[in-house]
């Protein structure tokens, strides 16, 4: 499933501005944007829908293919060290204006987009995030019986 929601970033912003014959750089942007937003509210399914960071992913991949890669990185550092999917997602997307900022300085556009997808993402797991806090949040791993 994580495919079908990384290709629908991805399609987004690589497909659809060439078939609308748009030759604007936001509106592959906006496009992605959307992709994203009808995943995490999606009508089909009383607008609830999934957390969002796949479908982000994918529109990424194609805006700033190399900042993705290195919140891929991030993410599987944090999921490592942490065993928490969430707090891994959380932290992963949240590196990736960083990365942007740093790797493509004049992509406004691009920028300005993982700011709010980080805002939208982290809104997206605020119940993880209460759970985190609680500390009753599932971790991706756990710990076999008599091992420490």
């Known amino acids: 499933m994580a495919l079908f929601d990384i290709a629908k970033g991805a399609i987004s912003v690589l497909l659809f501005p060439r078939l609308l014959g748009g030759g604007e750089t936001w509106l592959p942007v906006v496009l992605g944007g959307a992709a994203v937003l009808g995943h995490m509210y999606s009508p089909y399914v009383t607008f609830r829908g999934g ?21 891929m990185a991030v993410w599987a550092v944090c999921l490592w060290l942490t065993g928490y999917v969430s707090l891994s997602s959380i932290i992963a997307v949240g590196s990736v204006p960083l990365w942007v900022a740093l790797l493509q300085p004049n992509a406004a556009y691009v920028f300005w987009a993982s700011l709010g997808l980080v805002a939208l993402i982290i809104f997206a797991h605020r119940r993880n995030i209460a759970r985190l806090v609680a500390g009753t949040e599932n971790r991706f791993r756990t710990k076999k019986a008599g091992l420490g």
Do not use: D, E
């Open 51 to 71: 957390k969002g960071v796949a479908t982000a992913a994918g529109m990424f991949l194609a805006l700033a293919p190399v900042a993705v890669l290195i919140a």
